[in-house]
């Protein structure tokens, strides 16, 4: 008798996971606390219910790594994309979904397996391992007694505050003509490396003009349910460090000592610095400038910047009331708490960022979940398709240091072989859509070899 995995969470992730789990032909136990417990942002008892946009983004999977991940959710036959298929909106290349009909989908869905239990319960601590596998999948809104409980099992030290997320610009859109590498005094790293920081130099009006727009811009305002809770001291929005004076910058995150414009041999007025973000060199963050401008805000204020003109976002920055772990220093490759190996995390709790891509996590833990419980290996989705550039970034890809939650990007995705062609400044011949059709084409061959080395779905789920 094979006993059955917990999922702990009836959001996008649990529900996903759930359905993966049955269809292997494991059994499930789903704990939702609604309507027991209600959340300040739920409204019904459904399972993945939406609670703050019904997009699911982009569905273009030629050009777009959003779309690509839909693409593959429902290669790997996901029931969250089975259900927004049908009760998509108009939305012109989006996946826009009708709220109740999508949430009432997959829960009736997941109520006609016979292979799953649904219990309406708060799990208000890990359960030990006499639970001998689990799924935690709570989200953002992660009751505090849970909560609490992840902390004393972690030893992190803060998972709900306003975290105030910095902008990361994909390093090929970055201008080489203005920006330069130098770390500041030269000084290396621990890898021995002087030059580890891209730096964009601003001149007085430039950098006046820059604090005016910041100022002025317009910012996201809280709702209601998070007015309570506190900023993150140590990640403070720029705008608020911005409005203690116009120097404030200039002497903190924007300061330019120890540096030295290549161009003019001199140390600039200010400098904005961008740090590598992730393994492949790929991405880099705007170090210090975590953010609550609007998203249109961003994008106009901070290409005001000598350098980053034409730079293009992986992600723009935010203010969240978050719950995450710091994945890469705390779960191995399979999703597995690595202090307790029955625990496994999946969704918004891991640090990615969106509705698809917290399913997208759920469906690769259920899988994991269920391989392990058949005794059957089952080893992770390649890095180049999107199933595994976003696993691989929250578990190990990512820098630990500096993690925070993130959308699916190509920035994520290896290199590919032609990237190693260039033009006279070193930057790839293959550049753009054409660039991006060669990933997407890499991801579904890769994928498909990895979905061919899994069983089908048992006859219950079909």
């Not at 030269?186 to 006046?208: E, F, I, Q, S």
């Not at 809280?222 to 409005?243: D, H, N």
């Not at 805000?297 to 005001?304: D, G, I």
């Amino acid at each position: 008798m094979i006993h059955p995995v917990h999922v702990i969470g009836g959001g996008l992730a649990g529900s996903e996971a759930a359905w993966q789990i049955a269809s292997a032909g494991v059994p499930v136990v789903l704990h939702e606390m609604r309507p027991i417990r209600g959340t300040d942002a739920h409204v019904t008892d459904r399972l993945a219910e939406l609670v703050c946009s019904n997009s699911f983004r982009s569905d273009d999977a030629a050009t777009n790594a959003v779309g690509l991940l839909h693409a593959e959710l429902r290669r790997a036959g996901s029931l969250v994309l089975r259900a927004a298929d049908a009760h998509q909106v108009p939305a012109g290349a989006a996946l826009a979904v009708d709220r109740e009909g999508f949430a009432q989908a997959v829960t009736s869905a997941i109520e006609a397996h016979p292979l799953v239990e649904i219990r309406r319960e708060e799990v208000d601590a890990l359960p030990d391992a006499t639970w001998e596998s689990v799924i935690v999948a709570t989200g953002p809104l992660t009751s505090g007694a849970l909560a609490q409980s992840i902390l004393a099992a972690t030893g992190e030290t803060a998972l709900a505050f306003f975290d105030a997320i910095a902008p990361i610009v994909h390093r090929e859109s970055i201008d080489f003509d203005t920006a330069w590498f130098q770390s500041r005094w030269d000084k290396a790293g621990p890898a021995g490396d002087t030059a580890a920081y891209v730096n964009c130099p601003l001149d007085k009006p430039t950098y006046d003009a820059f604090i005016a727009a910041l100022l002025a811009g317009d910012q996201t305002e809280f709702r209601e349910w998070e007015k309570t809770t506190p900023y993150f001291e140590g990640c403070l929005p720029i705008e608020v460090m911005a409005s203690r004076g116009p120097e404030t910058l200039r002497f903190g995150p924007m300061k330019p000592v120890g540096l030295v414009d290549p161009r003019t041999g001199r140390r600039p007025h200010a400098v904005v610095q961008l740090r590598q973000d992730n393994a492949l060199g790929t991405l880099f963050n705007i170090v210090g400038f975590q953010t609550k401008l609007k998203y249109a805000e961003q994008t106009r204020v901070f290409r005001m910047i000598p350098g980053l003109q034409r730079a293009e976002f992986a992600r723009l920055g935010g203010l969240h009331r978050n719950t995450f772990l710091n994945s890469p220093r705390l779960l191995d490759a399979a999703l597995r708490l690595r202090s307790r190996p029955h625990l496994r995390f999946a969704g918004q709790i891991t640090g990615v960022e969106g509705y698809v891509e917290s399913a997208a996590i759920g469906l690769l833990a259920g899988r994991f979940a269920a391989a392990e419980r058949q005794g059957r290996p089952l080893a992770p989705p390649p890095p180049t398709t999107a199933f595994g550039a976003l696993l691989a970034h929250v578990t190990g890809g990512a820098d630990a240091a500096t993690f925070q939650p993130m959308n699916c990007n190509f920035g994520l995705f290896p290199p590919l072989a032609e990237d190693a062609i260039v033009d006279a400044k070193g930057r790839p011949k293959i550049r753009g859509a054409d660039r991006k059709q060669l990933l997407t084409a890499r991801a579904q061959r890769d994928l498909d070899a990895w979905l061919a080395t899994q069983p089908p779905p048992s006859a219950a789920a079909a």
